[in-house]
Structure formats: structure tokens, C-alpha cells
């Protein structure tokens, strides 16, 4: 009797979390959802990681003992780790592990630049942007965008880190002399002022959006992140949002992704998409189980992928 339980123990389909912390919100609620589901779980701490590469044998160690039999694996990479994290998430890949966000997907929506070239191309309607690299000619560039104010963005950064408004031309010429100087290069974006301080945050979990809430700056404050002391509220999506966010992700690749959007007078702007998307603000404005969507999805994943393996 020890013997069938331990063995139907091994069989429990496993589910790793790449993170740096199990104690943070995200990697915590997809742990006890993960859990909760009948999934053996792991955190891989994509720091502590050694890739070994040879013909034909991928092998990854955590820590010093190799990573196996991994049913599905689910990236929650930071931005000051991206790098690592992407290294460790294609060594998984070419280990035959499905992972709900694949490494390429996750290097484009890193890139705000890359993200949107690619956004503007599959059709998804962005704030007009430019991309000012060194010496441009600033009237010119204000022009492009549609005048005064303007946002200006490094083109990586993530929970508003790097996001600007500037109300005057010289406002506009001192950031980008100070940053071109640093070797930055910079988004010069459209301001839509229909928005008023606010943003729509839905998360997209496949081909649904699973939950969205709107998020509204605090007061003196033009960026509307929660990190920032934003705010947010549930929000039931009209048809024209859901279908830009679900294309949005589409486009980029991304399986879960937050996709942030703007209300303009024409209707749904996509601004940004974050492939690690944290949810506890979502969980709380909207008392939606995302953890769970997202672990329900990744076990579809886990099993197409075994009953293929089966063929």
C-alpha cells in the first residue's frame, strides 16, 4: 500500500514557478493554486540556475541538482533578471518543457520598442510614438506625436520607472539631452488627455480576458500604476477592449499577459503588455481567482502537451 501511494505521489503531474522569491504575492497565490489542483511544485530561482549544453541533452540545475520531469513551467521574470530569466526559460524549452510564456514572446514584450513595432504591424491601434535617438530635431519630434504635452519613455522599464510628461519643448529637449547623454534611447509617445490620469489593466489569459480593472492616478501624479499610489477599480470590459487586449497578446505571443490600455475618444489604445503581470491588485479590486485561471490554463497546456508526447 506505501508503495502504490508513493508511486501515484511521482505521477502527480509537477509545476515550477520561475521566481525569485516564493513569498511574493503572484508566485505564492499560483503555488497554493497550483497545489490546490493536484499539482507537485517547485520555485526555480532563475539566479541559482546551471544550464549544461550538449547534442541532444539540455539539462538544467537548480541549486545544484538537476531539474526533471517538469509537466509545465511558468515564467514570472523580473525586469532586472530578464537576461538570466531568458536563458534559463529557452534551456527549458529545448528540455521539451511547455512553458506558459515562451521565451521569445517574453523578450518582445520587454523591448517597448520591439513590443510595439510588432503591435502596430499585427494592426493593434498605439498612441502615435517615436523613437528619438540622439540628435533629432525636438520641434520636429513634438510635431510627429501630436504636440505638447508629450510622454517620454526609456524603452525598458516597467511599473512606470522611466515614464516622463513634458509640457514645453524645453522641457522635451532638457530630458532627452539628459538621457541621449546616459546612452539611452527614448520613446516620445502621444499624450491622450481623454484619459485624464487613467488606465485599463486586463489580464489575458489565452484567448480571455479573465479580469480587468481600471487604475486612476493619484492626485499630482500623471502615471496611474498601483506601484505608484494608483488605484484601481473592477471594470467590466466593452467588446472593442477585450478584443484589443486579447489581439494584443496575440500579436506578441504571450499566452498570460497584463495588457495596459488607454480610453481615447476613438476607442481602445494598447500602451504596454507585461509578460509577469503581478495580480494582486486585480485579485482584490475584482475578487477574481486569477491564480487559478492561470493555473487551469497551464495544466491544459501540461496535458495537450503529455497526450502529444502519447501519439
Not at 30 to 46: C, H, N, P, Q, Y
Not at 56 to 69: I, M, S, T
Not at 195 to 213: F, N
Request: charged share 25%; net charge positive.
Amino acid at each position: 500500500m506505501a508503495r502504490a501511494r508513493k508511486v501515484r505521489r511521482l505521477r502527480r503531474p509537477a509545476l515550477a514557478v520561475l521566481s525569485r522569491k516564493k513569498s511574493l504575492y503572484s508566485t505564492r497565490r499560483l503555488l497554493e493554486a497550483a497545489k490546490s489542483r493536484g499539482f507537485s511544485t517547485r520555485v526555480i530561482d532563475v539566479v541559482r540556475c546551471n544550464l549544461v549544453l550538449e547534442p541532444g541533452n539540455p539539462r538544467l540545475f537548480h541549486k545544484g541538482k538537476e531539474v526533471r520531469a517538469l509537466s509545465v513551467a511558468l515564467p514570472r521574470i523580473g525586469a532586472s533578471v530578464t537576461q538570466i530569466g531568458l536563458q534559463v526559460t529557452r534551456q527549458l524549452e529545448a528540455m521539451g518543457v511547455p512553458l506558459v510564456n515562451g521565451a521569445s514572446a517574453i523578450a518582445r514584450s520587454r523591448d517597448k520598442l520591439t513590443a510595439l513595432q510588432h503591435l502596430a504591424a499585427g494592426g493593434v491601434r498605439i498612441p502615435r510614438t517615436v523613437l528619438a535617438r540622439g540628435g533629432g530635431d525636438v520641434k520636429e519630434l513634438v510635431a510627429q506625436v501630436g504636440g505638447l504635452p508629450a510622454i517620454l519613455k526609456l524603452i525598458q522599464g516597467t511599473q512606470g520607472v522611466g515614464v516622463m510628461i513634458a509640457h514645453s519643448e524645453a522641457e522635451v529637449e532638457s530630458i532627452l539631452g539628459t538621457l541621449w547623454d546616459l546612452g539611452q534611447e527614448i520613446l516620445l509617445q502621444e499624450f491622450v488627455s481623454e484619459a485624464r490620469g487613467r488606465d485599463i489593466r486586463a489580464l489575458v489569459v489565452g484567448e480571455r480576458v479573465v479580469g480587468a480593472m481600471r487604475r486612476e492616478a493619484r492626485k499630482g501624479e500623471f502615471r496611474s500604476n498601483l506601484h505608484r499610489g494608483g488605484f484601481g477599480s473592477a471594470l467590466q470590459l466593452e467588446p472593442a477592449y477585450v478584443e484589443a487586449a486579447v489581439r494584443a497578446a496575440q500579436v506578441l505571443g504571450l499566452e498570460v499577459a497584463g495588457v495596459d490600455l488607454l480610453e481615447s475618444g476613438a476607442g481602445p489604445l494598447v500602451i504596454e503588455l507585461n509578460s509577469s503581470p503581478g495580480f494582486e491588485g486585480l485579485e482584490r479590486a475584482t475578487g477574481v481567482d486569477v491564480a487559478g485561471e492561470i493555473i487551469d490554463y497551464a495544466g491544459r497546456r501540461a496535458e495537450g502537451a503529455r497526450r502529444a508526447m502519447a501519439l
